[in-house]
């Protein structure tokens, strides 16, 4: 898995880098495609044109890895809910925690970045 950044900027650049990406998983809305992408993941990001990078990311479940590749954490939800993953996982895995260290953090007010 990727090493997590300190932050990520959402810019044209990146917008178009991942624009596959984040269209697939955007496709995710509809249970057809849900089915479809479970039954062949691998065949499904090719119909959608991912590069090799990011089906990679995304066939190994690489968290990090899709946000590199430009897709928005809103889109890698989607992805993570087909797999019974919370936002609070994602949380700890682009922190560095777990799900429960996250979700205390953000019960105790989150990190200050003072």
Same mark, same amino acid.
């Given at each position: 898995?990727?090493?997590?950044?300190?932050?990520?900027?959402?810019?044209?650049?990146?917008?178009?880098?991942?624009?596959?990406?984040?269209?697939?998983?955007? +496709?995710?809305?509809?249970?057809?495609?849900?089915?479809?992408?479970?039954?062949?993941?691998?065949?499904?990001?090719?119909?959608?044109?991912?590069?090799?990078?990011?089906?990679?990311?995304?066939?190994?479940?690489?968290?990090?890895?899709? +946000?590199?590749?430009?897709?928005?954490?809103?889109?890698?939800?989607?992805?993570?809910?087909?797999?019974?993953? +919370?936002?609070?996982?994602?949380?700890?895995?682009?922190?560095?925690?777990?799900?429960?260290?996250?979700?205390?953090?953000?019960?105790?007010?989150?990190?200050?970045?003072?």
């Amino acid at each position: 898995m990727s090493k997590a950044q300190d932050n990520y900027i959402l810019d044209l650049t990146q917008n178009r880098r991942g624009y596959a990406l984040n269209r697939m998983c955007g +496709s995710f809305k509809d249970a057809e495609n849900r089915d479809r992408f479970t039954a062949d993941e691998a065949t499904y990001c090719d119909a959608y044109g991912l590069s090799p990078q990011q089906k990679k990311a995304v066939l190994d479940r690489d968290w990090i890895g899709m +946000s590199d590749l430009g897709a928005s954490i809103f889109y890698i939800f989607k992805l993570a809910m087909m797999d019974k993953k +919370s936002m609070q996982y994602l949380g700890g895995v682009f922190t560095g925690m777990t799900a429960d260290e996250f979700a205390a953090e953000l019960s105790a007010g989150g990190r200050s970045f003072g």
